[in-house]
T-cell receptor, first 114, second 116 residues
Framework: EAGVTQSPTHLIKTRGQQVTLRCSPI?????VYWYQQALGLGLQFLLW???????NRGNFPPRFSGRQFPNYSSELNVNALELEDSALYLC?????????????FGEGSRLTVL | AQSVTQPDIHITVSEGASLELRCNYS??????LFWYVQSPGQGLQLLLK??????LVQGIKGFEAEFKRSQSSFNLRKPSVHWSDAAEYFC??????????????FGTGTQLKVEL
């Protein structure tokens, strides 16, 4: 069974640009979570999608957004990139009714903003 | 609000030695607690979890953790470390989001180095 897959694995952008990161959850998982792992800040909860809807978001500005598609895959969009957006972005999925908090993580997309 | 403290940023142990990684949490109710491991260039892998019941939980790769409510701790242990255990370890507390989802609040991680 394939795990959570993310693309691209690495990318470099310049300040002010926009980026889209993609995530495919484990087959059968309906919830997708996005986390940011920035140097010195640890892992921060970004967004939670379930059944195609944004259900909750962490303490991030509106330029961080995303969506979930009918096949439960998800995109994370970051507009007007800033230097401090440089981070590893991790996607995680969870099955409906899955054990509380047991998230399955992908390997992440490493974003560098110059 | 919940929080997790991992007081050790780096730990170095010799292969074959025992290991204990410390984790303290702050949470208003009975916590859901987790340990995840992240190898270089990899995502996070769940090592073990505590929801309720037996306070000593067993995980994968020979790891175990003990929940101590009186100390608000959930320390991770392994009796004999292998070189392949070198990685970063994250303790996390889970909470329920509005709508039923699960938010994990992570500690800042402990980087484990294993000397051969």
């Amino acid at each position: 069974e394939a795990g959570v897959t993310q693309s691209p694995t690495h990318l470099i952008k310049t300040r002010g640009q926009q980026v889209t990161l993609r995530c495919s959850p484990i087959s059968g998982h309906t919830s997708v979570y996005w986390y940011q792992q920035a140097l010195g800040l640890g892992l921060q909860f970004l967004l939670w999608y379930d059944e195609g809807e944004e259900r909750n978001r962490g303490n991030f500005p509106p330029r961080f957004s995303g969506r979930q598609f009918p096949n439960y895959s998800s995109e994370l969009n970051v507009n007007a990139l800033e230097l401090e957006d440089s981070a590893l972005y991790l996607c995680a999925s969870q099955s409906f009714g899955g054990s509380a908090g047991e998230l399955f993580f992908g390997e992440g997309s490493r974003l560098t903003v110059l | 609000a919940q929080s997790v403290t991992q007081p050790d940023i780096h730990i170095t142990v010799s292969e074959g030695a025992s290991l204990e990684l410390r984790c303290n949490y702050s949470y208003g109710a009975t916590p859901y607690l987790f340990w995840y491991v992240q190898s270089p260039g990899q995502g996070l892998q769940l090592l073990l979890k505590y929801f309720s019941g037996d306070t000593l939980v067993q995980g994968i790769k020979g790891f175990e953790a003990e929940f101590k409510r009186s100390q608000s701790s959930f320390n991770l242990r392994k009796p004999s470390v292998h070189w392949s255990d070198a990685a970063e370890y994250f303790c996390a507390v889970g909470s329920i989001l509005t709508g039923g989802g699960n938010k994990l609040t992570f500690g800042t991680g402990t980087q484990l180095k294993v000397e051969l």
